[in-house]
């Protein structure tokens, strides 16, 4: 235990620094602490109950700590629910399951029924059962203390108990069948490779088609696009919209930027978040990233404007004598349009 504390201490030593120095922004922007009710929603609802701020009852009912409470607790429920593991997945974060399907096959929800029945008979007795108990427990702390009601790349670590459950399931039903081992076997085999199958298809057919809005579709080929421009002789300023989703590296990767060149455009157009988040790039290869406010950009003649169809709207780039539509990228599912390239003449 000791060895294991010390090897963590080091491991986490960076991190543990960085708050006590003052860098842990995005500790601050994602924890859940930081997100308190506005004092219009606590007032309202003091004036209808007629209870008073600092009273027992408000404490117990209405205060900012019940409310963080009553979060987390939440949080915690989210994460161990039939939603999440086998239903919906992380169904706030779409870019972490695969559409209808959970975390979990669907066909390992008998052997995670029969798992849990069978450690709790012999929970008091068997440390391994505990261990992995605590260990489910407490690996979905950094995801509950966080802002998101699920969130399923924070509690990763809860994938190890859910083994060990699912595994204690199906040596259940392997047990119980042991008279008719062929069956138990057949019957496990069956169940994994039809709810694989299941996954598989969602994974690897419907993912791209119905998800793609998600992934960034269209930056490759608006990339592509801009730098056909340049290369076809014309030279106009590109102002590309500004995201978190930092445009800046598509250009780098698709471009094959070399390393050297890179850092120094990061260096020179790098701003810092004022929120405490990641800071965004303001300008790299001769581009400019910016939140288009399109009333004041369609006046800028001769630049080229990469964005959404709601930061270049559609109806106000009919006209053809004022506006060039180079370009529309619409999502996968051909429902959408991804971006718009459009230059103002």
């Known amino acids: 235990i000791l060895t294991s504390v010390a090897l963590g201490l080091i491991v986490s030593f ?6 006590f120095t003052g860098q842990a922004g995005r500790l601050s922007v994602f924890s859940v602490f930081n997100f308190p009710r506005p004092d219009e929603y606590t007032q309202n609802f003091i004036s209808q109950t007629s209870t ?35 239903s919906e997945g ?8 695969s559409p209808y ?20 008979r012999n929970f008091r007795v068997n440390k391994a059962h505990q261990f992995f108990f605590f260990w489910a427990i407490f690996s ?7 802002r998101d009601q ?7 670590a809860l994938v190890i108990p859910l083994v060990y459950v699912t595994s204690i399931g199906v040596m259940v039903l392997l047990d119980f069948l042991k008279n008719f ?14 709810s694989f199958g299941l996954y598989a298809d969602r994974y690897l057919v419907q993912l791209s088609n119905l998800n793609s809005k998600y992934w960034q579709w269209g930056y490759k080929q608006a990339v592509l696009e801009i730098s056909n421009l340049k290369s076809g002789g014309e030279a ?31 260096s020179n157009g790098f701003v810092r978040s004022k929120s405490g988040d990641v800071g965004l790039v303001k300008s790299i290869e001769g581009v400019s990233f910016e939140y288009i406010d399109w009333q004041v950009a369609r006046g800028r003649s001769g630049e080229v404007f990469v964005g959404s169809p709601m930061a270049i709207p559609v109806s106000d780039t009919l006209d053809a004598n004022q506006f060039q539509v180079i370009s529309e990228i619409p999502f996968l599912d051909n429902k959408e349009i991804s971006l718009r390239i459009v230059k103002i003449k």
Do not use: C
Request: proline residues 5%; glycine residues 6%.
């Open 181 to 194: 081992k062929f069956l138990g076997l057949a019957l496990t085999f069956g169940i994994v490779v039809v």
């Open 140 to 146: 979905v702390l950094p995801s509950i203390l966080s």
């Open 90 to 97: 992380d169904f706030q974060n779409p870019r972490h399951s």
């Open 150 to 156: 699920v969130h399923s790349v924070r509690a990763i």
């Open 101 to 120: 399907t959970g975390q979990l096959l669907i066909g390992f929800a008998p052997f995670i029924v029969m798992g849990m029945f069978s450690m709790a």
């Open 14 to 19: 960076p991190i543990i620094l960085s708050v």
């Open 52 to 86: 008073q701020k600092g009273s027992l009852f408000y404490n117990l009912y209405y205060s900012e700590n019940y409310h963080f409470l009553r979060g987390v607790l939440g949080r915690f429920f989210n994460h161990f629910s039939y939603r999440f593991l086998f």
């Open 236 to 266: 106009p300023k590109v102002v590309f919209e500004q995201s978190y989703a930092q445009p800046y590296i598509y250009f780098f990767f698709y471009n094959k930027t070399k390393p050297a060149e890179a850092w120094r455009d990061l």
